[in-house]
């Protein structure tokens, strides 16, 4: 039977400690009651006055008492440190997987409150904010997917309100050298906003940003090729080092938009048309 060997196991932890936490108690007595004696052995052949003797061992037995004293405290303080320390771990690990379970609801709202919840998390314990940035883009990439030869899988243009808070969290999150690059490829961003957001560095190849709002967007270093930004909005946008190959501009607001000139192909110039001219070459 498997109770039995578990009590067992039990009592036989407690009895342990137990018995060491006795031995802790009666080491630490004999040490303040006989080191004190030892401390203040007199040395000169007995000439030592017992009055004075007795208030050397007293003072030492004091100062001992108060080294103990100090050292509990110091020991309490740190346990206690620690022990909040795993609660709040454990607080945020039920919180994480509460949210990530709401992720998969059924009702929208629910989904919503879900992914603020994230962003909480990632507010509150830095360390994790890898992890919940990697579940926030994948949860885009599976709801705004697109079908093959690049065409939209969703029905409507603007992306549903879990989907564009979810974009807005990871827009504006705070840089992390941890994170992996920002994996949105081949996703349906038509009409999103996106306004200042970071996305530096971002894999964003064969994606849509059809009449997105990306002013002053970061998007310096990032992987646009083939990405269709028609009749988005990119006023002061930044692609520096941006790789452009296939990118298209028809329509596009690009009013200061700042760009790695030898990135930029005649054709991506025509297609920018009289806006060009206000394009921020770097």
């Known amino acids: 039977m498997p109770g039995p060997p578990i009590k067992a196991r039990h009592w036989a932890r407690y009895g342990i400690w137990s018995a060491s936490a006795i031995a802790a108690v009666a080491l630490l007595v004999l040490v303040i009651w006989l080191l004190p004696k030892w401390l203040t052995s ?3 052949g007995g000439n030592l006055k017992e009055l004075d003797r007795l208030a ?11 080294l103990v004293a100090g050292t509990a405290a110091l020991a309490t303080v740190i346990v206690a440190v620690r022990s909040h320390a795993l609660d709040r771990s454990a607080h945020v690990t039920d919180r994480y997987s509460k949210a990530i379970e709401q992720l998969g609801s059924d ?8 992914v603020f919840a994230l962003e909480r998390i990632a507010r509150d ?35 549903a309100a879990d989907v564009q808070a979810a974009l807005t969290i990871i827009g504006r999150r705070r840089a992390d050298v941890r994170e992996r690059a920002l994996d949105l490829r081949a996703c349906d961003l038509r009409e999103s906003d996106l306004p200042g957001a970071n996305l530096r560095g971002a894999l964003l190849s064969g994606s849509q940003f059809t009449g997105a709002g990306l002013e002053d967007a970061r998007l310096e ?9 028609t009749g988005a909005k990119l006023q002061a946008a930044s692609l520096t080092r941006a790789l452009l190959t296939g990118a298209t501009f028809d329509g ?12 930029v192909s005649e054709e991506q110039r025509r297609q920018m048309g009289a806006g060009w001219g206000d394009v921020v070459e770097v």
């Open 56 to 66: 050397s061992v007293n003072a030492a037995r004091s100062s001992l008492v108060f």
């Open 42 to 44: 007199d040395a000169s």
């Open 221 to 229: 270093g990032a992987w646009l090729e083939d990405v269709d930004f």
């Open 252 to 263: 596009a607001e690009v009013y200061k938009m700042r760009v790695s000139a030898s990135a």
């Open 107 to 114: 009702k929208r709202e629910v989904r919503v409150g879900a």
């Open 125 to 159: 314990s830095p360390l994790d904010q890898p992890a919940i940035t990697e579940v926030l883009t994948a949860f885009v990439r599976e709801s705004r997917p697109l079908v093959a030869a690049g065409a939209p899988a969703s029905a409507t243009a603007r992306p």
